[in-house]
């Protein structure tokens, strides 16, 4: 064990843990960050996903010693000053979950989409999510959300 120093949402920690256990596991054991879940373990569903200095990546598979000093944000540091991010409450005027295991991965994802293609059409948010597995079959309410909050961040900017 080591102890291994993490920016998780701002926030710096000093964690004792294996360097190759995964983040994942340090994010909900040792730090009781929950949002981000346990679905294939494999990095094929995206149910794990968080940002790495701004780059979606599955925590399931990254080891815990690969981030380091690196800026990781999960889907509890989206929320600014008591309000959700744009896309957390598109999720929630869209319906865009059902049983929502996937919604903090999809979230995830759609914050790195939104910061590259600030306007994506249907079919690039549907071709940046392919790797984002929801078993409910919510999609078009996902790729209705993710378009909700393109428009309300582009008018907040405004």
């Known amino acids: 064990m080591a102890k291994i120093p993490l920016n998780v949402n701002g926030s710096v920690y000093d964690v004792d843990a294996d360097a190759d256990v995964s ?4 994010l909900r054991d040792h730090l009781d960050l929950t949002g ?3 679905g294939c373990g494999e990095g094929q569903c995206g149910a794990c996903t ?26 509890e540091g989206l929320v600014q000053d008591g309000r959700l991010h744009p896309l957390q409450q598109a999720f929630l005027d869209e319906d865009a979950m059902q049983c929502a295991y996937c919604t903090s991965g999809m979230i995830m994802s759609s914050v790195a989409l939104l910061k590259t293609h600030p306007n994506p059409s249907e079919s690039e948010i549907a071709h940046f999510m ?22 309300a961040m582009k008018e907040a900017s405004q």
């Open 23 to 26: 983040l994942l596991s340090v």
């Open 36 to 38: 981000s879940k346990y």
């Open 50 to 75: 968080v940002l790495i200095d701004g780059n979606p990546r599955r925590s399931c598979i990254t080891q815990v010693g690969s981030v380091g000093n690196r800026r990781i944000t999960t889907i």
């Open 130 to 151: 392919e790797g984002n597995i929801c078993r409910c079959g919510t999609y078009p309410r996902i790729v209705a959300a993710i378009q909700k909050a393109a428009k």
